[in-house]
């Protein structure tokens, strides 16, 4: 994938890495939205976290 340039990459300003970067655990998902919980162990709505 070709990255965005710097001053308009969002996703790597606020996360540090690029949506691709991301790693998932193929086992864990989320008992209420049911999306998959990544490596600091949060989903799409938060519950995974609580």
């Given at each position: 994938m070709e990255a965005l340039p710097a001053?308009?990459?969002d996703h790597r300003k606020l996360f540090g890495k690029e949506p691709w970067?991301?790693?998932y655990d193929p086992r864990d998902y989320c008992i209420i939205?049911?999306?998959r919980v990544?490596?600091?162990g949060?989903?799409?709505?938060?519950?995974?976290?609580d």
């Open positions: 001053e308009i990459d970067e991301v790693v939205c049911n999306t990544d490596e600091y949060y989903c799409a709505c938060g519950g995974a976290a």
